[in-house]
């Protein structure tokens, strides 16, 4: 797997968020992964990030959130893509709203791969051409393939 895209499918896209609050959006992430039985406990799965953003917002500045976690309740790197037109108050480091969200759940035992993975998420998200097409897509298929094109053209580095 070497792709974000390759991660998510339109089941696990929401748009629009119907989440107006920090902890709300983590829950509404976390939902179609816990309806699709990816994740053991979803109480388990918002625990872990909630500690995460305790320690720090994964609010990274720019639109984005990145919530994420490592737990027990999941068995591979999971991903939910979420786009709030309206934006979140996700205390992020640059105080502006976030508009794009992308929670990553990993298995406790995966803990490089899932720094990869954040790491990958981070790198494609600071194009600010992507960031205004993701808000701007009407479905999630829309979100996936304005993703998969972007990936199109970087670098194939395994996750």
Same mark, same amino acid.
């Given at each position: 797997?070497?792709?974000?895209?390759?991660?998510?499918?339109?089941?696990?896209?929401?748009?629009?968020? #119907?989440?107006?609050?920090?902890?709300s959006?983590?829950?509404?992430?976390?939902?179609?992964?816990?309806?699709?039985?990816?994740?053991?406990?979803?109480?388990?799965?918002?625990?872990?990030?909630?500690?995460?953003?305790?320690?720090?917002?994964?609010?990274?500045?720019?639109?984005?959130?990145?919530?994420?976690?490592?737990?027990?309740?999941?068995?591979?790197?999971?991903?939910?893509?979420?786009?709030?037109?309206?934006?979140?108050?996700?205390n992020?480091?640059d105080?502006?709203?976030?508009?794009?969200?992308?929670?990553?759940?990993?298995?406790?035992?995966?803990?490089?791969?899932?720094?990869?993975?954040?790491?990958?998420?981070s790198?494609?998200?600071?194009?600010?051409e992507? #960031?205004?097409?993701?808000?701007?897509?009407?479905?999630?298929?829309?979100?996936?393939?304005?993703?998969?094109?972007r990936?199109?053209g970087?670098e194939?580095?395994?996750?």
């Amino acid at each position: 797997m070497s792709s974000i895209s390759s991660l998510l499918s339109p089941d696990f896209i929401i748009l629009p968020m #119907r989440s107006t609050d920090r902890s709300s959006a983590i829950q509404e992430l976390l939902h179609p992964l816990d309806e699709r039985h990816i994740i053991d406990s979803s109480e388990e799965c918002f625990e872990s990030i909630l500690k995460r953003e305790r320690r720090m917002s994964t609010g990274v500045g720019k639109g984005v959130a990145l919530p994420h976690g490592l737990s027990e309740s999941v068995n591979d790197v999971a991903l939910v893509m979420g786009i709030s037109p309206d934006g979140i108050d996700f205390n992020a480091v640059d105080g502006a709203l976030c508009h794009i969200f992308v929670l990553l759940i990993s298995p406790a035992r995966q803990p490089d791969r899932h720094l990869k993975t954040l790491g990958r998420l981070s790198k494609l998200l600071k194009d600010g051409e992507l #960031r205004t097409a993701l808000v701007e897509a009407h479905t999630p298929d829309e979100v996936l393939q304005t993703l998969q094109e972007r990936e199109a053209g970087q670098e194939d580095i395994p996750i």
